[in-house]
């Protein structure tokens, strides 16, 4: 067994890791200390370098290298031995490992790297608050501003923000995640494919469009460009909260009888982390803070990624299913609106 002391910086750990590579170390073998902070006996590396590791040969994926720099930055004590147990493994013939989404060690060396990378993101996101009108009347003064917003950095690649949309006399609020490509191109929520699918759906539930406002936990789009489209992807925490200020604003001004949250990040986002889309879409809840009343159910899209169509249409009916309970709590005699 080595004892190796490093100090706690990723080029320590990286020095050392690869000797140890080099000289065919497993893992197992190795116990990771850092020297202390105030200097000492163990503020050297204690381990020998072997013949020949300078001209160690091995190569590893670009997403390693990442996700090491990131990991290194974090405090949890197992990062070290974590590093090197996957860098062994990657480069003694497992070099696809990164992509495994089961395996306990990646998973965990990437939860690291994220929380590093959502803090990251955190410090220099000023949030939405300061764009948003203090003293706003109406939802187009919302709108007006909302189009300069910087309060992330989501803008910078998005063609325009995209408020939402309906009137402000509305008793029910609809928030789904964030727009997509057509809605991005277009200004407007829910006008692509998930759009059409919320619109039959509002129809057949007999919840008149009028009575709706339609709008996002997020107001830019986010995705991931390609040479041949633009991939949706799902923003982060740290985006969602720079946004709440938006949401916040539009539901002051509305101040509606009913929040709906379409789809499991929305509901995460304004219901709870823990709340789970599949079995607890169509329940009612009150005192969220959000509204007198407040569900969540069904994203459109869910609908259209189904495995085939009898699915589709099981996930459509669950949707519609949803949407007529709003349509009867806000018709209710004792439905109220906020005061």
Known sequence: ???VVIQPTLESWRAT????????????????????TQGGLFDAVVVAEPAGSDSADFRVPRAFVEICGAAARHSDPERWRLLYSVLWRLARGSPDLLASESDPEVVRLKRLAKQIADADLAARTPGAGEFVPKTA???EELRAAAASCR????????????????????RAVLVGEAPGDQEDIQG???????????????VEANLPRTQVYVTNAVKHFKFLRTPKRRIHQTPGSVEI???RPWLQAELALIRPEMLVCLGGTAAKALLGPDFRIMKQHGQIFENTGWAPKA???LHPSAVLRADDA??????????????????VEITSPASARIS
Request: glycine residues 12%.
């Open 151 to 170: 309060g992330c950095d989501l803008y910078r690649d998005a063609t325009q923000t995209v408020f939402g949309k309906g009137p402000q006399t509305a």
């Open 17 to 36: 890791a690869r000797k140890l590579l080099a000289d065919g170390v497993a893992p197992d073998e190795v116990v990771w200390r850092e020297a202390a």
């Open 188 to 202: 407007a929520p829910f006008v692509g494919p998930a759009g059409e699918v919320l619109g039959r759906a509002l």
């Open 310 to 327: 009898a699915g589709g249409e099981r996930l459509y009916g669950m949707l519609v299913t949803d949407l007529r309970k709003v349509a």
């Open 137 to 139: 009347t109406d939802l």
């Open 1 to 3: 067994m080595r004892d």
């Open 241 to 243: 909260g720079a946004c």
């Open 295 to 297: 569900m969540a159910t």
